[in-house]
């Protein structure tokens, strides 16, 4: 047995827990840069709950609030230089993986003067200012993952970069500020997180130690799958889902995603469609791509997520998410090529090759 396991986040769970742990904002200095969407922030309540802490312990802050869904490089790099102007000691991020993604791309921009299409080589010459994370969907875990995933209009697809330094130094995670949330957000942002575990749990780098919590993270998952087609929305459930997303952020912190997210960026990209929701309209046919190499690890997510087969669990993915697009065949050859020079496909346990993400594309979505 051989693996690496490094997570760099310290992690608050629970009702009230930024006033209950206030104290760790102190470590951080006394100028914040807090990052958020245009309404993710407020709506939630994580915002006033935040700026009530600073208040009471004297650190003064910035709101930089223009954060857009599947932010791109230009958006981050307004935010950057926002965050040299205040001179910011740490950056909050707060919201959905758009706000907490763009955190991260501008606690690196504060401190290094870049274009920030070099983001992605990972290689800064001053370590980014410390990150804390406020989650307000449960979804992309991007409270626990060094990842930030920005949308690059020269490449014409999202692609991730992040490093040791882009972990959240501190993650705080309080179900009450999902509440909040639409039911779509809520269902797309869960099928995000699901993929996470699942991804991970079929995925060239899994190990024993990241298998353990995907399966933990299905076994809730699957406890929560009733409420999601019921719309039944309570705080357990909410609990629930967001214990879930950020054990599957821990997965991928170790694993990285696979072909489900390399293709689901073009459905993004192009087709405007939530990140959740792409991932999920390809989930089936990932699944039965997969089973070939993968039939026993299949067979227990299935166990786990208490469905018979990989159709009644893709019918369930159906029911909550409408399938509402359809590709031509130009837009499938396309995005299979931009699928093929994704990283995360080559993370992939079967290997791929760009007719089979055609044939998956066009059973999918065709
Ligand atoms: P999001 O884009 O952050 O938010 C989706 C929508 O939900 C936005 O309109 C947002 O409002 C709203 N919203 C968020 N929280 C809310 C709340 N509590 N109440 C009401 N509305 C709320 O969605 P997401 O799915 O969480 O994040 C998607 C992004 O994360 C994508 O860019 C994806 O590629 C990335 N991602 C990152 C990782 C990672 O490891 N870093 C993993 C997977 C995905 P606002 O517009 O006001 O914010
Ligand atoms: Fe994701």
């Known amino acids: 047995m051989e ?156 692609m991730s970069f992040g490093n040791n330094d882009t972990f959240p130094a501190v993650a705080f995670l309080d179900p009450r500020y999902t509440l909040s949330m639409s039911r779509d957000t809520t269902v797309n942002t869960a099928i995000d997180a699901l993929s996470h575990a699942i991804e991970g749990y079929l995925n060239k780098r899994s190990m024993p130690v990241s298998d353990l919590i995907a399966e933990q993270a299905l076994k809730i998952f699957g406890e929560c799958m009733d409420s999601l087609v019921k719309e039944d929305f309570n705080y357990d459930i909410r609990e629930k889902l967001l214990y879930a997303s950020m054990l599957a952020g821990m997965v991928i912190a170790q694993t990285g995603t696979t072909l489900m ?20 309209l390809l989930m089936r046919e990932y699944l039965k791509f997969n089973y070939e190499n993968a039939g026993e690890k299949i067979d227990n997510i299935l166990k786990l997520l208490n469905a018979e087969s990989i159709d009644e669990l893709g019918n369930i993915l159906d029911k909550l998410l409408c399938q509402s697009i359809s590709l031509s065949k130009e837009e499938i050859d396309f995005y299979a090529s931009q699928t093929m020079k994704q990283k995360s496909t080559y993370n992939n346990l079967r290997n791929v090759t760009r007719e089979d993400v055609e044939v998956i594309y066009q059973r999918s979505v065709g």
Do not use: W
């Open 3 to 158: 693996f690496k396991y490094y997570l760099g986040t310290k992690v608050f769970f629970g009702k009230d827990c930024i006033f209950n742990n206030r104290d760790e904002f102190s470590d951080f200095g006394k100028r914040a840069f807090i990052v958020t969407g245009k309404t993710s922030g407020k709506k939630s309540g994580a915002l006033d709950d935040v700026l009530k802490v600073l208040n009471q312990l004297g650190i003064s802050s910035f709101i930089f609030d223009r954060v857009e869904n599947n932010p791109t490089l230009e958006n981050v790099e307004e935010g950057g230089n926002e965050a040299a102007k205040f001179k910011a000691d740490f950056v909050i991020g707060i919201g959905g993986g758009s706000p907490l993604d763009a955190a991260k791309a501008i606690a690196v921009l504060a401190v290094n003067r870049m274009d920030p299409r070099e983001l992605y080589t990972n290689r800064f010459d001053k370590k980014p200012l410390p990150i804390l994370a406020v989650p307000t969907t449960a979804g992309t875990g991007s409270e626990v993952t060094p990842y930030s995933v920005l949308t690059n209009n020269d490449a014409q697809t999202k």
């Open 261 to 280: 997210h390399g293709m689901g960026y073009s459905l993004t990209y192009f087709k405007d469609l939530p990140h959740g929701k792409a991932n999920g």
